[in-house]
Protein backbone atom coordinates (compact mmCIF):
# COMPACT_ATOMS: atom_id res chain seq x y z
CA UNK A 1 0.00 0.00 0.00
CA UNK A 2 2.78 2.76 0.56
CA UNK A 3 4.56 1.53 -2.54
CA UNK A 4 1.05 2.31 -4.16
CA UNK A 5 1.21 5.82 -2.48
CA UNK A 6 4.40 6.67 -3.68
CA UNK A 7 3.90 5.98 -7.25
CA UNK A 8 0.57 7.44 -7.06
CA UNK A 9 2.27 10.32 -5.40
CA UNK A 10 4.98 10.42 -8.09
CA UNK A 11 2.72 11.05 -10.90
CA UNK A 12 0.57 13.46 -9.96
CA UNK A 13 4.01 15.32 -8.95
CA UNK A 14 5.17 15.14 -12.58
CA UNK A 15 1.62 15.80 -13.70
CA UNK A 16 1.78 19.24 -11.94
CA UNK A 17 5.25 20.22 -13.34
CA UNK A 18 3.65 19.34 -16.86
CA UNK A 19 0.44 20.98 -16.30
CA UNK A 20 0.61 23.32 -13.95
CA UNK A 21 4.45 24.27 -13.27
CA UNK A 22 4.69 24.59 -16.94
CA UNK A 23 8.31 23.78 -16.25
CA UNK A 24 9.71 21.26 -18.99
CA UNK A 25 11.23 18.86 -16.49
CA UNK A 26 9.12 16.02 -18.12
CA UNK A 27 10.18 16.98 -22.06
CA UNK A 28 13.78 16.49 -20.63
CA UNK A 29 13.81 13.08 -19.90
CA UNK A 30 12.23 12.05 -22.17
CA UNK A 31 8.33 12.52 -22.25
CA UNK A 32 6.13 14.62 -24.42
CA UNK A 33 3.37 16.46 -24.35
CA UNK A 34 2.36 16.39 -28.25
CA UNK A 35 -0.23 18.66 -29.54
CA UNK A 36 0.03 21.65 -31.46
CA UNK A 37 0.63 25.71 -30.47
CA UNK A 38 -0.12 28.46 -32.83
CA UNK A 39 2.39 31.52 -32.99
CA UNK A 40 2.06 34.80 -35.00
CA UNK A 41 4.98 37.12 -35.99
CA UNK A 42 6.15 39.47 -38.39
CA UNK A 43 9.30 37.03 -39.29
CA UNK A 44 10.03 36.23 -43.21
CA UNK A 45 13.17 35.31 -44.93
CA UNK A 46 16.17 34.62 -43.14
CA UNK A 47 14.27 35.00 -39.74
CA UNK A 48 12.01 32.83 -40.15
CA UNK A 49 14.69 29.87 -41.34
CA UNK A 50 16.28 30.50 -38.46
CA UNK A 51 12.87 30.46 -36.07
CA UNK A 52 12.20 26.85 -37.56
CA UNK A 53 16.21 25.82 -36.79
CA UNK A 54 15.47 27.53 -33.37
CA UNK A 55 11.70 25.04 -32.93
CA UNK A 56 13.09 22.14 -33.86
CA UNK A 57 15.10 21.01 -31.34
CA UNK A 58 11.73 21.91 -29.00
CA UNK A 59 9.22 19.97 -31.41
CA UNK A 60 11.89 17.30 -31.46
CA UNK A 61 11.64 17.05 -27.54
CA UNK A 62 8.52 18.31 -26.17
CA UNK A 63 6.20 16.55 -29.49
CA UNK A 64 4.66 19.64 -29.80
CA UNK A 65 3.65 21.02 -33.43
CA UNK A 66 4.64 24.83 -33.54
CA UNK A 67 2.03 26.27 -36.03
CA UNK A 68 3.51 29.47 -37.54
CA UNK A 69 1.62 32.85 -39.02
CA UNK A 70 3.49 35.67 -40.80
CA UNK A 71 2.48 38.98 -41.11
CA UNK A 72 3.89 42.40 -41.54
CA UNK A 73 0.92 44.48 -39.65
CA UNK A 74 1.21 42.63 -36.88
CA UNK A 75 -0.52 45.32 -35.34
CA UNK A 76 -3.84 45.37 -37.17
CA UNK A 77 -3.96 40.83 -37.61
CA UNK A 78 -3.62 40.53 -34.04
CA UNK A 79 -5.85 43.23 -32.88
CA UNK A 80 -8.42 42.08 -35.43
CA UNK A 81 -7.87 38.56 -33.99
CA UNK A 82 -8.34 39.37 -30.53
CA UNK A 83 -11.34 41.08 -30.97
CA UNK A 84 -12.82 38.05 -32.66
CA UNK A 85 -11.89 36.24 -29.56
CA UNK A 86 -9.14 34.20 -32.00
CA UNK A 87 -6.36 35.13 -30.55
CA UNK A 88 -2.91 32.71 -31.49
CA UNK A 89 -1.74 31.12 -28.61
CA UNK A 90 1.63 33.00 -28.47
CA UNK A 91 2.48 36.26 -31.10
CA UNK A 92 5.62 38.86 -31.45
CA UNK A 93 4.27 41.93 -30.17
CA UNK A 94 4.58 44.71 -31.75
CA UNK A 95 6.12 46.66 -28.68
CA UNK A 96 5.38 47.04 -25.20
CA UNK A 97 2.94 50.20 -25.65
CA UNK A 98 0.67 47.65 -27.30
CA UNK A 99 1.73 45.16 -24.67
CA UNK A 100 0.62 47.30 -21.97
CA UNK A 101 -2.73 48.00 -23.72
CA UNK A 102 -3.50 44.29 -24.12
CA UNK A 103 -2.73 43.29 -20.43
CA UNK A 104 -4.92 45.95 -19.50
CA UNK A 105 -7.53 44.43 -21.20
CA UNK A 106 -7.11 40.99 -19.48
CA UNK A 107 -5.74 39.28 -22.29
CA UNK A 108 -2.31 38.40 -21.89
CA UNK A 109 -1.11 35.38 -19.29
CA UNK A 110 0.30 36.32 -16.56
CA UNK A 111 3.73 34.31 -17.02
CA UNK A 112 5.33 34.29 -14.12
CA UNK A 113 2.54 31.65 -13.28
CA UNK A 114 4.74 28.95 -14.75
CA UNK A 115 7.93 30.48 -15.36
CA UNK A 116 11.01 29.85 -13.19
CA UNK A 117 11.36 33.19 -12.22
CA UNK A 118 14.32 32.34 -10.16
CA UNK A 119 16.01 31.46 -13.19
CA UNK A 120 14.54 34.36 -15.10
CA UNK A 121 16.11 36.85 -12.93
CA UNK A 122 19.66 34.90 -13.02
CA UNK A 123 18.95 35.17 -16.95
CA UNK A 124 17.66 38.30 -17.29
CA UNK A 125 18.41 42.00 -16.45
CA UNK A 126 16.20 43.61 -14.19
CA UNK A 127 15.12 46.23 -16.22
CA UNK A 128 14.24 43.89 -19.10
CA UNK A 129 11.89 42.49 -16.58
CA UNK A 130 10.78 45.47 -16.00
CA UNK A 131 9.70 46.30 -19.21
CA UNK A 132 7.52 43.05 -19.27
CA UNK A 133 5.84 43.64 -16.91
CA UNK A 134 2.55 45.44 -16.06
CA UNK A 135 1.07 46.05 -13.01
CA UNK A 136 3.77 43.54 -11.26
CA UNK A 137 2.42 40.77 -13.56
CA UNK A 138 5.40 39.42 -16.27
CA UNK A 139 3.63 39.48 -19.56
CA UNK A 140 5.92 39.89 -21.52
CA UNK A 141 9.71 38.35 -22.21
CA UNK A 142 12.46 39.29 -25.02
CA UNK A 143 13.60 36.82 -27.37
CA UNK A 144 16.32 39.06 -28.77
CA UNK A 145 17.41 42.35 -28.56
CA UNK A 146 19.62 45.46 -30.96
CA UNK A 147 21.48 48.14 -30.12
CA UNK A 148 19.89 51.47 -31.74
CA UNK A 149 21.55 54.57 -33.01
CA UNK A 150 24.97 53.20 -34.60
CA UNK A 151 26.35 54.25 -37.85
CA UNK A 152 27.58 52.21 -40.46
CA UNK A 153 30.21 52.77 -42.88
CA UNK A 154 32.73 51.52 -45.52
CA UNK A 155 36.12 51.60 -43.70
CA UNK A 156 37.84 51.88 -47.01
CA UNK A 157 36.25 54.18 -48.37
CA UNK A 158 36.15 56.31 -45.43
CA UNK A 159 40.18 56.18 -45.64
CA UNK A 160 40.10 56.88 -48.99
CA UNK A 161 37.95 60.28 -49.00
CA UNK A 162 40.36 61.64 -45.71
CA UNK A 163 37.35 61.15 -42.98
CA UNK A 164 38.31 60.98 -39.21
CA UNK A 165 35.59 59.29 -37.55
CA UNK A 166 33.39 61.94 -35.90
CA UNK A 167 32.59 61.41 -32.03
CA UNK A 168 30.11 64.06 -31.47
CA UNK A 169 27.16 65.40 -33.44
CA UNK A 170 28.63 68.72 -34.37
CA UNK A 171 31.72 66.57 -35.79
CA UNK A 172 29.38 64.47 -37.80
CA UNK A 173 27.57 67.44 -39.57
CA UNK A 174 30.75 68.84 -40.23
CA UNK A 175 32.38 65.70 -41.76
CA UNK A 176 29.19 65.45 -43.72
CA UNK A 177 28.46 68.72 -44.81
CA UNK A 178 32.27 68.61 -46.12
CA UNK A 179 31.63 65.75 -48.19
CA UNK A 180 28.63 67.62 -49.59
CA UNK A 181 30.39 70.29 -50.62
CA UNK A 182 32.74 67.67 -52.65
CA UNK A 183 30.03 66.99 -54.38
CA UNK A 184 29.51 63.38 -52.30
CA UNK A 185 26.63 62.27 -50.70
CA UNK A 186 26.73 61.55 -46.86
CA UNK A 187 23.87 59.88 -46.27
CA UNK A 188 22.06 57.09 -47.54
CA UNK A 189 18.28 56.16 -45.70
CA UNK A 190 15.65 54.20 -46.33
CA UNK A 191 12.39 54.34 -44.88
CA UNK A 192 9.64 52.07 -46.46
CA UNK A 193 8.42 49.32 -45.03
CA UNK A 194 4.99 48.03 -45.99
CA UNK A 195 2.76 49.16 -43.52
CA UNK A 196 5.72 50.28 -41.24
CA UNK A 197 6.94 52.73 -43.36
CA UNK A 198 8.82 55.12 -40.80
CA UNK A 199 9.75 53.47 -38.32
CA UNK A 200 13.20 53.50 -39.44
CA UNK A 201 13.25 57.52 -38.98
CA UNK A 202 11.70 57.17 -35.45
CA UNK A 203 15.34 55.88 -34.76
CA UNK A 204 16.46 58.80 -35.61
CA UNK A 205 14.66 61.07 -33.51
CA UNK A 206 14.70 58.58 -30.42
CA UNK A 207 18.15 59.16 -30.89
CA UNK A 208 18.72 62.55 -30.55
CA UNK A 209 15.81 63.11 -27.82
CA UNK A 210 17.84 60.81 -25.80
CA UNK A 211 21.13 62.84 -25.80
CA UNK A 212 19.78 66.10 -26.15
CA UNK A 213 16.89 65.83 -23.33
CA UNK A 214 17.83 63.08 -21.62
CA UNK A 215 16.36 60.29 -20.06
CA UNK A 216 13.54 61.94 -18.01
CA UNK A 217 11.90 64.18 -21.07
CA UNK A 218 12.75 60.75 -23.24
CA UNK A 219 10.17 58.96 -20.60
CA UNK A 220 7.64 61.70 -20.67
CA UNK A 221 7.67 62.03 -24.44
CA UNK A 222 6.69 58.14 -24.69
CA UNK A 223 4.57 58.10 -22.06
CA UNK A 224 2.26 61.03 -23.26
CA UNK A 225 3.64 63.44 -20.78
CA UNK A 226 5.54 65.71 -23.08
CA UNK A 227 3.58 67.16 -26.35
CA UNK A 228 5.06 67.35 -29.24
CA UNK A 229 4.95 70.49 -30.22
CA UNK A 230 7.38 70.95 -26.94
CA UNK A 231 10.81 72.53 -27.83
CA UNK A 232 12.50 69.16 -26.70
CA UNK A 233 10.67 67.21 -29.84
CA UNK A 234 10.98 69.97 -32.65
CA UNK A 235 14.50 70.23 -31.85
CA UNK A 236 14.94 67.05 -32.72
CA UNK A 237 13.01 67.11 -35.71
CA UNK A 238 15.37 70.51 -36.75
CA UNK A 239 18.00 68.51 -36.12
CA UNK A 240 17.20 65.26 -37.65
CA UNK A 241 16.33 67.85 -41.02
CA UNK A 242 19.95 69.23 -41.64
CA UNK A 243 20.73 65.81 -42.98
CA UNK A 244 16.96 64.51 -44.40
CA UNK A 245 15.50 67.10 -45.92
CA UNK A 246 18.58 68.49 -48.06
CA UNK A 247 18.48 66.81 -51.23
CA UNK A 248 22.77 66.91 -51.14
CA UNK A 249 23.02 65.26 -47.67
CA UNK A 250 21.16 62.04 -48.75
CA UNK A 251 21.79 59.71 -51.50
CA UNK A 252 19.13 59.76 -54.11
CA UNK A 253 17.52 63.05 -52.54
CA UNK A 254 13.98 62.39 -50.72
CA UNK A 255 12.27 60.49 -52.78
CA UNK A 256 14.55 57.74 -52.42
CA UNK A 257 14.28 57.97 -49.22
CA UNK A 258 10.82 57.63 -49.04
CA UNK A 259 10.71 54.13 -51.57
CA UNK A 260 13.95 52.74 -50.42
CA UNK A 261 13.19 49.85 -48.43
CA UNK A 262 15.00 49.91 -45.01
CA UNK A 263 17.08 46.42 -45.27
CA UNK A 264 18.27 47.92 -48.68
CA UNK A 265 19.23 51.53 -47.57
CA UNK A 266 23.16 50.51 -47.01
CA UNK A 267 23.94 49.34 -50.47
CA UNK A 268 25.13 52.53 -51.76
CA UNK A 269 27.95 52.57 -48.91
CA UNK A 270 29.13 49.18 -50.62
CA UNK A 271 29.26 50.62 -54.22
CA UNK A 272 31.98 50.54 -56.28
CA UNK A 273 32.84 53.65 -56.24
CA UNK A 274 31.15 54.88 -53.15
CA UNK A 275 27.77 56.39 -53.72
CA UNK A 276 27.18 57.23 -49.77
CA UNK A 277 29.46 57.09 -46.43
CA UNK A 278 27.07 56.91 -43.62
CA UNK A 279 24.63 54.59 -42.58
CA UNK A 280 22.02 54.80 -39.46
CA UNK A 281 20.46 51.73 -38.51
CA UNK A 282 20.42 49.12 -35.49
CA UNK A 283 22.79 46.24 -35.27
CA UNK A 284 20.18 43.79 -36.93
CA UNK A 285 21.29 45.61 -40.49
CA UNK A 286 24.37 43.77 -40.24
CA UNK A 287 22.72 40.53 -41.39
CA UNK A 288 21.03 42.63 -44.19
CA UNK A 289 23.93 43.94 -45.38
CA UNK A 290 25.68 40.48 -45.44
CA UNK A 291 22.97 39.17 -47.37
CA UNK A 292 23.60 41.80 -50.02
CA UNK A 293 27.03 41.87 -50.16
CA UNK A 294 27.81 38.70 -48.74
CA UNK A 295 31.66 38.76 -49.78
CA UNK A 296 32.64 41.54 -47.11
CA UNK A 297 34.25 40.90 -44.02
CA UNK A 298 32.96 42.69 -40.67
CA UNK A 299 35.29 45.51 -39.37
CA UNK A 300 37.72 44.96 -42.59
CA UNK A 301 35.04 45.81 -45.57
CA UNK A 302 32.09 47.63 -43.18
CA UNK A 303 32.16 48.28 -39.45
CA UNK A 304 30.38 51.10 -37.26
CA UNK A 305 30.43 53.59 -34.48
CA UNK A 306 28.03 54.53 -31.80
CA UNK A 307 25.24 57.32 -32.32
CA UNK A 308 27.48 60.59 -31.41
CA UNK A 309 27.36 62.38 -27.87
CA UNK A 310 25.40 65.67 -28.58
CA UNK A 311 24.81 66.73 -24.79
CA UNK A 312 27.96 65.24 -22.43
CA UNK A 313 25.78 64.53 -19.61
CA UNK A 314 24.05 62.01 -21.87
CA UNK A 315 27.28 60.31 -23.50
CA UNK A 316 27.22 57.17 -22.49
CA UNK A 317 23.19 56.71 -23.31
CA UNK A 318 21.93 54.09 -25.48
CA UNK A 319 18.66 53.45 -27.22
CA UNK A 320 18.04 49.31 -27.07
CA UNK A 321 15.20 47.32 -29.05
CA UNK A 322 13.70 43.64 -28.85
CA UNK A 323 11.84 41.01 -30.08
CA UNK A 324 8.94 40.92 -27.30
CA UNK A 325 6.52 38.25 -27.28
CA UNK A 326 3.17 37.85 -25.12
CA UNK A 327 0.61 34.75 -24.50
CA UNK A 328 -2.76 34.52 -25.04
CA UNK A 329 -4.09 31.26 -24.20
CA UNK A 330 -3.07 28.76 -21.47
CA UNK A 331 -2.26 25.71 -22.56
CA UNK A 332 0.43 23.38 -21.85
CA UNK A 333 1.82 23.35 -25.46
CA UNK A 334 2.20 27.78 -25.30
CA UNK A 335 3.68 27.21 -21.66
CA UNK A 336 6.43 25.07 -22.59
CA UNK A 337 6.50 26.86 -25.97
CA UNK A 338 7.28 30.13 -24.04
CA UNK A 339 9.71 28.14 -21.19
CA UNK A 340 11.81 27.51 -23.92
CA UNK A 341 11.85 31.06 -25.94
CA UNK A 342 13.49 32.35 -22.71
CA UNK A 343 16.32 29.57 -22.40
CA UNK A 344 20.15 30.41 -23.43
CA UNK A 345 19.42 27.43 -25.77
CA UNK A 346 16.99 29.20 -27.66
CA UNK A 347 18.70 32.34 -28.25
CA UNK A 348 21.91 31.01 -29.31
CA UNK A 349 20.01 30.68 -32.89
CA UNK A 350 19.67 34.08 -33.11
CA UNK A 351 22.85 35.08 -32.09
CA UNK A 352 24.64 32.72 -33.95
CA UNK A 353 22.65 32.99 -37.40
CA UNK A 354 21.34 36.61 -37.13
CA UNK A 355 24.06 38.96 -35.39
CA UNK A 356 21.34 40.10 -32.88
CA UNK A 357 22.18 40.16 -29.41
CA UNK A 358 20.52 38.11 -26.62
CA UNK A 359 19.09 39.42 -23.72
CA UNK A 360 19.41 36.47 -21.44
CA UNK A 361 23.24 36.94 -19.80
CA UNK A 362 23.99 32.69 -19.97
CA UNK A 363 24.20 33.17 -23.74
CA UNK A 364 28.01 33.29 -23.71
CA UNK A 365 30.02 36.05 -25.66
CA UNK A 366 31.93 32.91 -27.44
CA UNK A 367 28.52 32.15 -29.30
CA UNK A 368 28.91 36.04 -30.99
CA UNK A 369 29.89 35.31 -34.51
CA UNK A 370 32.36 38.44 -35.18
CA UNK A 371 33.80 41.22 -33.28
CA UNK A 372 30.90 43.60 -34.27
CA UNK A 373 27.83 41.88 -33.03
CA UNK A 374 30.46 41.28 -29.76
CA UNK A 375 30.93 45.08 -29.74
CA UNK A 376 27.30 45.96 -29.41
CA UNK A 377 27.01 43.35 -26.66
CA UNK A 378 29.10 45.27 -24.94
CA UNK A 379 27.75 48.37 -26.15
CA UNK A 380 24.71 47.15 -24.57
CA UNK A 381 26.15 45.84 -20.95
CA UNK A 382 28.49 49.34 -20.55
CA UNK A 383 26.10 51.45 -21.11
CA UNK A 384 25.38 53.84 -18.11
CA UNK A 385 22.17 54.85 -19.73
CA UNK A 386 19.76 52.41 -21.51
CA UNK A 387 16.31 53.85 -22.89
CA UNK A 388 14.37 51.04 -24.89
CA UNK A 389 12.77 52.15 -28.37
CA UNK A 390 10.43 54.96 -27.19
CA UNK A 391 7.75 54.41 -30.47
CA UNK A 392 7.95 50.88 -29.03
CA UNK A 393 6.48 51.89 -25.41
CA UNK A 394 3.78 54.05 -27.23
CA UNK A 395 0.47 53.41 -27.64
CA UNK A 396 -0.81 51.75 -31.29
CA UNK A 397 -2.20 54.35 -32.24
CA UNK A 398 0.34 56.93 -31.17
CA UNK A 399 3.01 54.60 -32.94
CA UNK A 400 1.85 54.38 -36.03
CA UNK A 401 0.98 58.52 -35.86
CA UNK A 402 4.71 58.62 -35.45
CA UNK A 403 5.59 56.64 -38.57
CA UNK A 404 3.14 58.71 -40.88
CA UNK A 405 4.50 61.59 -39.93
CA UNK A 406 8.03 60.66 -40.05
CA UNK A 407 6.89 60.38 -43.79
CA UNK A 408 5.14 63.38 -43.64
CA UNK A 409 7.88 65.16 -43.02
CA UNK A 410 10.19 63.84 -45.70
CA UNK A 411 8.34 64.71 -48.01
CA UNK A 412 7.10 67.95 -47.13
CA UNK A 413 9.49 69.67 -44.27
CA UNK A 414 8.37 72.88 -44.30
CA UNK A 415 4.95 71.54 -42.49
CA UNK A 416 6.90 70.48 -39.32
CA UNK A 417 4.90 72.44 -37.09
CA UNK A 418 1.49 71.28 -38.58
CA UNK A 419 3.16 67.56 -38.31
CA UNK A 420 3.81 67.86 -34.84
CA UNK A 421 0.32 69.27 -33.86
CA UNK A 422 -1.21 66.50 -35.66
CA UNK A 423 0.68 64.39 -33.68
CA UNK A 424 -0.61 66.41 -30.37
CA UNK A 425 -4.15 65.43 -30.91
CA UNK A 426 -3.05 62.24 -30.78
CA UNK A 427 -1.26 62.23 -27.85
CA UNK A 428 -4.54 63.26 -26.17
CA UNK A 429 -6.56 60.73 -27.17
CA UNK A 430 -4.48 57.44 -27.18
CA UNK A 431 -2.77 58.16 -24.06
Not at 42 to 53: A, C, P
Not at 58 to 63: A, C, D, M, N, V
Not at 108 to 133: P, Q, T
Not at 378 to 396: C, H, K, Q, R, Y
Request: charged share 20%; hydrophobic share 40%.
Amino acid sequence: MKKTLILLFAFLFAFAAVFAGGKQEASKSGGKIGGTVSVLTVWGGSELEIFNKMIKPFEEKTGIKVEHQGTRDISAVLTTRIKAGNPPDIAGLPGPGQMIQFAKEGKLVDLGKFLNMARMKKDYAESWIDLGSVNGKLVGIFLKAAVKGPIWYNPKAIKAAGITLPKTWDELMAVSEKLASQGKTPWSIGLESGAASGWAGTDWLEDIVLRTAGPQKYMDWYKGKLAWTSPEIKKAWQMWGKIVANDKMVYGGRQYVLSTNFGQAAGPLFENPPKAYFHHQATFIQSFILKQFPNLKPVEDFDFFGFPEINPKYGKAVEAAGDLFGMFNDTPQARALMEYLTTAEAQSYWVKASNGISPNRSVPLSDYPDPLTKNAAEILTGADIVAFDASDMMPSAMNQAFWSAVMSYVQNPSKLDSILEGLEKVRKTAY
